[in-house]
């Protein structure tokens, strides 16, 4: 008698297995890019103002938490458009979003006109739209290196 590495549940179960159907397809549920598991708490304003940007396709967004950097304001919100157009959309898109949802304004918007660099301050933490080349010519990432950094993959 030859001997078989199986047991003989398993054997049954095997044996009395039946053909299925195709399943349907589950619904698939859109999940947002997260920052890495024990970051920091964002505010609503900063988390909805980082959702705008990535639906208005900003791309490399970052934030910068300068709460213990000794900043001005408590974080900073940094990203990149691709040309002036993108980049006034995407500043047009946080400044409307933050009003309508939240009914905050800037305290100041400077930079609109050029769309190059603008900036969004909201008191609390600042929103830099950057043409690649202001980014990587102010470098705000470096100047601030001593700010924890969260940053947040590009949605694909």
């Known amino acids: 008698m030859a001997k078989t590495n199986a047991s003989p549940a398993r054997a049954r179960k095997s044996a009395t297995r039946t053909p299925t159907t195709p ?8 999940v947002r890019p997260r920052a890495k598991a024990g970051a920091t708490r964002l505010p609503k304003a900063v988390t909805l103002a980082i959702r705008t940007a990535q639906d208005k396709k900003a791309s490399d967004v970052v934030v910068l938490d300068l709460r213990k950097a000794g900043g001005f304001t408590d974080f900073f919100v940094i ?3 691709n040309n002036p157009r993108q980049i006034g959309a995407i500043a047009d898109g946080v400044r409307e979003t933050l009003k309508n949802d939240l009914g905050e304004r800037p305290t100041l918007a400077e930079g609109v006109d050029r769309s190059e660099w603008v900036l969004l301050d909201y008191f609390n933490f600042v929103v830099h739209v950057f043409s690649r080349e202001c980014r990587s010519f102010y470098a705000l990432e470096r100047l601030w290196g001593n700010a924890e950094r969260i940053d947040f993959p590009n949605d694909e």
Do not use: L, R, V
């Open 23 to 30: 399943a349907a397809p589950k619904a698939t549920k859109t």
């Open 79 to 81: 990203c990149t458009g």
